[in-house]
């Protein structure tokens, strides 16, 4: 599967964003999709997931209440709805497929190029 991640831009603290994640090549309700982040000098961290189907989804503790992750299958398209943001959410954001829900970015398979979040104070 290909992941086209977009969205992303510059934005004042406090601002929203919404991400968006294109599918394309498999079917894309077999795949648990999630969202990753890597801000400058630090390592990729995971920040929400959500199952196949929807219904199930975890966050980073950090991003809990301001971010919403969904998902519209007959779309083919995952989103990040992002709220309040912050000046340490800026980073570039990646989607990501996998088998199943998870934290771990081992546990997932195929990678978006990522999309820039910039948040200034």
């Known amino acids: 599967v290909q992941l086209q991640a977009s969205g992303g831009g510059l934005v004042q603290a406090g601002d929203s964003l919404r991400l968006s994640c294109a599918a394309s090549?498999?079917?894309?309700?077999?795949?648990?999709m999630g969202w990753f982040r890597q801000g400058p000098g630090k390592e990729r961290e995971f920040v929400a997931t959500i199952s196949r189907i929807g219904g199930s989804e975890y966050y980073a503790n950090s991003v809990k209440g301001r971010f919403t992750i969904s998902r519209d299958n007959a779309k083919n398209t995952v989103y990040l709805q992002m709220n309040s943001l912050k000046p340490e959410d800026t980073a570039i954001y990646y989607c990501?497929?996998?088998?199943?829900?998870?934290?771990?970015?081992?546990?997932?398979?195929?990678w978006g190029q990522g999309t820039q979040v910039t948040v200034s104070s």
């Open positions: 090549g498999r079917t894309f309700s077999i795949y648990a």
């Open positions: 990501a497929a996998g088998g199943l829900v998870a934290r771990k970015d081992s546990a997932y398979d195929y």
